[in-house]
């Protein structure tokens, strides 16, 4: 079924380094890729979004990767600050029923240290 | 002014009981959703509603029932409240909900069912 996998459950980098988040797909008509930011006790937050006709976006310190024939897209975060600091989600959007929806992973939850 | 609003912010109430959750959204768009986040922060889609209309509903317990009087609304209906449903409901909505696009979400609505 419809299924996105998403890695790693934790992370933590010191201040300056660089973070990494993947996930996977598994409906490979999966057409839109969002990523949301969800600090402690707030609501999830759209940060970035790549669509299927493109492999790479990037704006400011994040960046995201996407990878159609393995199923597979990334969040970028350089020069990671303590305000990175929070849950972040992966996204897919699965055409199902006549209509899209949008499957989440697990979330990874990132502790930037000072 | 907030863009997704849900009311109430915080819901204790014993088992057994009935409650609703309301939501209202003032951007305009066609398509609002229900999401369940449980204690390790998974979001689950339960219920999409596209202009006033029921288009996604992943088994959800018949205890939980939507109404959308229209499309800048979305309420949810639980009866019979049982000690696993205590989770954040988050309502959102979207605009583009045929190509895939990114929701903007409420700030949630921590259940706690005692």
């Known amino acids: 079924g419809e299924n996105v996998e998403q890695h790693p459950s934790t992370l933590s980098v010191q201040e300056g380094d660089s973070a990494v988040i993947k996930c996977t797909y598994s409906?490979?008509?999966?057409?839109?890729f969002p990523w949301y930011k969800q600090e402690l006790g707030k609501r999830p937050q759209l940060i970035i979004d790549i669509r299927s006709n493109v492999g790479e976006k990037k704006d400011q310190r994040i960046a995201v990767t996407l990878n159609k024939t393995a199923k597979h897209f990334s969040l970028h975060i350089t020069e990671t600050q303590p305000e990175d600091s929070a849950v972040y989600f992966c996204?897919?959007?699965?055409?199902?029923?006549?209509?899209?929806?949008?499957?989440f992973g697990a979330g990874t939850r990132l502790a930037v240290h000072p | 002014d907030t863009a997704v609003s849900q009311t109430p912010k915080y819901l204790v109430t014993q088992m057994g009981n009935d409650k609703s959750i309301k939501c209202e959204q003032n951007l305009g768009h066609d398509t609002m959703y229900w999401y369940k986040q449980d204690s390790k922060k998974f979001l689950k889609i339960m219920f999409s509603y596209n202009n006033k209309e029921l288009i996604i509903n992943e088994t959800v317990p018949n205890r939980f029932s939507p109404k959308s009087p229209d499309k800048a609304h979305l309420n949810l209906h639980i009866n019979s409240l049982e000690l696993g449903d205590s989770a954040v409901y988050f309502c959102?909505?979207?605009?583009?909900f045929g190509q895939g696009s990114g929701y903007t979400f409420g700030s949630g609505t921590r259940l706690t069912v005692v």
């Open positions: 409906d490979s008509a999966s057409n839109y």
């Open positions: 959102a909505s979207s605009q583009d």
């Open positions: 996204a897919a959007g699965v055409f199902s029923g006549g209509y899209n929806k949008l499957i």
